[in-house]
């Protein structure tokens, strides 16, 4: 090891905030041995956009196909190939190690792929084809793991592992995401012990304050790394460090964390992407760009609640005003845009951008459509909403004011028109991709809310249900047509210039601009039952310019002229 290198000092740096009574020379050359690096390895340029106009991302489970010849991971890898090179760039496995419940969020080795998923050669095969974002699951782990059987036995790996309390601790101020006890007593062989399990008593934290956790944790990202994976999310990272007395949320140390796992992960493969998977307010998520150097991109978290509200209220005054709000991505730095996913849709993130008033209104009427509400408990020890959880299809199934309606559809391909168009790489939900309803019976197998939108798809089902004409087809048809026409715009590019348009409560308008300035698409969504009439010359076109809606192909010439949308639809208006 080299221990004046660039890399070996900044290293030593982290390494001296989060562990201040250690030495920090020899546990930087633990840390370089455990990412496979020799610490003279060239530090990447910065503010580089690892990223262009062509990427969108799936998420998908490893097994949300599965087929009767084929492992969960062939199948879905057969599928991709066949179907999907045209439309995404990026294929998100959520977890697929073996795991003891919250369908892969409680790993029990992440180390093994669950052999009913398939294996490690069949994540690699599906790595040459399209990049692989990977979970790293960093705040906790199973109760039913090596490491937790191990910690209460008091032997290695696993000793010193997790993160103990005591009911006699000051714990009052700690965020919950959910309304389960913090504290879960367990017998070891040192006598009773208090750990904590922020999310469930099956999945208990880590202990971050043992270098040794964090040295674990660097080998398992060499592990991924050398099995194809490029991105990583890292789940609930924003809870990994803890404090009693504080809320043990967004702890600077959490961040000084993150900020010593990019510096590895970008020495040992540059082209290493890390987004932060934090479901908090908008204000404390933005926190997670530090100067550039912490994620390179975030959850917006924020846009699939206010894009709820806005679509099934008729009114954009709140997207508009966040959307505002939100300062352009430095270079190097993006937002990973999403409106639905396997978890549901976060309610904390639209904290002071929706009235109790409307957000009551918004939760009645996803109940209406067939959805669930989760609780958290709040400060005062009452449970509080914390999402929504319901398919994206049927979430979008009609208004506040009505109920459901005929414009299920058209609303649901204006949703996804608004998230394709925004400044970010797009992210879409395989079960969005198909329409896929809610799986009520799912959530009466498994007991859990967020089974509503975990479906399981047959390959054979899904075959026949995507050849036919029913709402799957179109939906799928559509969206695999958008996503192959954005990724033909530098003006769609993630970082490209965007500013909102001032067009009334009822048109969702923006503008975006390529780096190089040649091209400029108005991106106009009517996000109401009613048709909506706006003036082309209030839009400022070029005038030696031809203007074309890249949705239809239909050339605007006549700048004076007007431009009536039906309700919810679109157009992307492009000079080229």
């Known amino acids: 090891m080299k221990a004046n290198t660039e890399l070996f000092k900044r290293l030593c740096v982290h390494l ?43 998420i998908t489970y490893a097994d949300s196909l599965r087929s009767a010849d084929y492992s969960p991971l062939q199948t879905l890898t057969q599928f991709a190939q066949e179907a999907l090179k045209e439309s995404f760039s990026i294929v998100h496995l959520l977890p697929f190690f073996p795991y003891s419940s919250d369908d892969g969020f409680s790993v029990m080795d992440y180390s093994t792929v669950n052999p009913a998923t398939g294996t490690w050669k069949q994540v690699t095969a599906l790595s040459q084809s399209f990049k692989i974002m990977g979970d790293l699951v960093i705040n906790h782990c199973s109760a039913r793991s090596l490491w937790f059987e191990n910690y209460l036995k008091g032997q290695s790996p696993g000793s010193g592992y997790f993160y103990e309390g005591h009911p006699s601790q000051d714990i009052s101020q700690v965020v919950r995401p959910r309304t389960s006890p913090l504290l879960r007593e367990v017998t070891t062989a040192e006598g009773v012990r208090y750990v904590w399990c922020t999310f469930s008593h099956d999945q208990v934290d880590l202990n971050f304050e043992n270098p040794q956790v964090l040295l674990e944790m660097l080998g398992i990202i ?113 937002y990973l845009n999403f409106i639905a996913s396997h978890d549901g849709i976060g309610l904390r993130p639209a904290e002071g951008l929706l009235s109790d008033w409307e957000l009551k209104n918004l939760l009645e009427t996803m109940q209406r459509f067939g959805g669930k509400i989760s609780a958290r408990t709040g400060n005062d020890g009452e449970p509080k909403p914390y999402e929504i959880n319901i398919s994206l299809w049927n979430a979008l199934s009609g208004t506040v004011a009505q109920g459901p309606d005929q414009w ?46 975990r479906h399981i798809w047959q390959e054979s089902a899904l075959t026949a249900a995507l050849a036919g004409d029913s709402h799957h087809a179109q939906v799928f048809a559509e969206l695999r047509r958008l996503l192959s026409i954005r990724r033909l715009q530098k003006a769609f590019h993630p970082n490209a210039t965007q500013f909102m348009m001032h067009t009334g409560d009822a048109l969702l308008s923006f503008w975006r601009q390529s780096t190089d300035r040649r091209q400029s698409i108005f991106a106009i969504h009517n996000i109401s039952p009613e048709p909506q009439t706006i003036h082309l010359a209030d839009l400022n076109l ?35």
Request: aromatic content about 10%; proline content about 6%; charged content about 20%.
């Open 16 to 58: 001296h905030n989060l562990y201040p009574t250690e030495n920090a020379s020899p546990l930087a050359e633990r840390c370089l041995k455990a990412m496979g690096l020799k610490g003279d390895e060239a530090s990447p340029a910065p503010h580089r956009n690892i990223w262009n106009e062509k990427d969108a991302l799936l």
């Open 222 to 334: 060499r592990l991924y790394l050398d099995k194809g994976i490029r991105w990583f999310r890292l789940d609930a990272v924003a809870f990994v460090w803890k404090k009693p007395g504080t809320p043990s949320i967004n702890l600077p140390e959490t961040h000084e964390l993150i900020r010593l796992l990019r510096l590895l992960m970008e020495h040992a493969e540059p082209d290493t992407v890390i987004i932060t998977e934090t479901n908090i307010p908008n204000a404390e998520n933005l926190t997670y760009f530090g100067n550039a150097n912490e994620a390179h991109l975030i959850y917006n978290f924020s846009l699939p609640p206010l894009l709820l509200n806005t679509l099934v209220t008729g009114s954009c005054q709140h997207l508009k005003r966040w959307l505002m709000s939100m300062p352009p991505a430095q270079y190097g730095t993006t």
């Open 408 to 453: 299920q559809l058209a609303r649901f391909v204006c949703a996804h028109a608004i998230m394709l168009a925004l400044e970010g790489v797009p992210a879409c939900y395989v079960h969005s991709l198909f329409g896929t309803e809610n799986d009520l019976d799912r959530v009466g197998h498994t007991g859990h809310f967020r089974s509503i939108n």
């Open 542 to 576: 070029i005038a030696t310019d031809e203007w074309t809606d890249l949705a239809t192909g239909r050339i605007y010439d006549d700048r004076l002229a007007t431009l009536t949308l039906s309700p919810y639809q679109f157009v992307w208006l492009s000079n080229r």
